[in-house]
């Protein structure tokens, strides 16, 4: 299994943006689908984002398209979310998952064995 460690959440303002990334260690990072899934207190958590092992596929879910950017760099070993125009509605504990496998389109967390230990992101209005 990979070894994942979230870092960049914060408290920020309605409109604002943070940049989280999720640094691999482990077995190699380029044979992994990456994704996030936040969860908010009393919530499920919930897919956000999904890439693929190169980077050059990627899915969001509807409540974030257009305001949130996946990308990986794999020389770096490390999966990146770029939120921007961010809401109170976004607020949640932001988890990285990764999985090894042959499809890339995975948007459960049951699909995903590897997890990160989540990093808080609060926008106030």
């Known amino acids: 299994q990979v070894q994942l460690v979230e870092s960049g959440g914060g408290l920020v303002q309605a409109g604002g943006s943070l940049r989280l990334s999720c640094a691999a260690s482990?077995?190699?990072?380029?044979?992994?689908?990456m994704a996030w899934f936040r969860q908010a207190p009393g919530k499920e958590r919930e897919f956000v984002a999904v890439?693929?092992?190169?980077?050059?596929?990627?899915l969001y879910a509807d409540s974030v398209k257009g305001r949130f950017t996946i990308s990986r760099d794999n020389a770096k070993n490390t999966v990146y979310l770029q939120m921007n125009g961010l809401k109170p509605e976004d607020t949640a504990v932001y988890y990285c998952?990764?999985?090894?496998?042959?499809?890339?389109?995975?948007?459960?967390?049951?699909?995903?064995?590897?997890w990160g230990q989540g990093t808080q992101v609060t926008v106030s209005s």
């Open positions: 890439i693929s092992w190169r980077g050059g596929s990627t």
């Open positions: 998952a990764a999985t090894s496998g042959s499809s890339w389109r995975l948007i459960s967390a049951r699909e995903y064995a590897s």
């Open positions: 482990g077995r190699t990072f380029s044979s992994y689908v």
